[in-house]
């Protein structure tokens, strides 16, 4: 197991969320975009940090959600690398998963690529369900597959 903590993002935890998205997620978001949805999530959003060599923290993973029509939605998730595999995004998806409780909501829902099957089987280790296909969802074209989970 990886010797890592979650908290709650801050401002400044901004550019590593930059990087690691921009590493670890096939998009064409921008870092405009990606500070955008930062924003928007901010309430709901959590990062993971381990300790790094030069005694300082080191960003691995990051979630954030919002309110969607009335339920939980999961925005974005990545977990770099080297940290995959090792209870990371478990713990990122919990702690979410958590404050959506606290605030009464009991559906998460999520978009997925579906040419994504590792993050597809992680997802529904975690018990998410697909419900239908979104065609072309993503810019590049690519269709996703909408997830859902029910809460208790």
């Not at 998460?108 to 296909?133: H, P």
């Amino acid at each position: 197991m990886t010797d890592f903590r979650l908290r709650k993002a801050e401002r400044s935890d901004l550019n590593s969320v930059i990087r690691l998205w921009k590493r670890n997620i096939k998009t064409v978001n921008t870092a405009a975009d990606i500070a955008e949805f930062f924003d928007a999530a901010e309430y709901y959003f959590y990062v993971a940090v381990a300790p790094g060599s030069n005694g300082k923290e080191n960003l691995i993973g990051f979630i954030g959600g919002a309110i969607r029509g009335g339920h939980g939605h999961i925005s974005g998730i990545a977990v770099d690398k080297p940290y995959r595999r090792r209870g990371v995004g478990k713990e990122l998806m919990t702690a979410l998963e958590l404050a959506f409780l606290n605030e009464s909501f009991t559906i998460i829902t999520l978009e997925v690529r579906v040419s994504n099957t590792g993050a597809i089987r992680f997802y529904e280790k975690q018990g998410y369900r697909m419900v239908y296909t979104v065609k072309g969802y993503y810019a590049d074209g690519e269709d996703a597959f909408v997830c859902k989970k029910k809460l208790r």
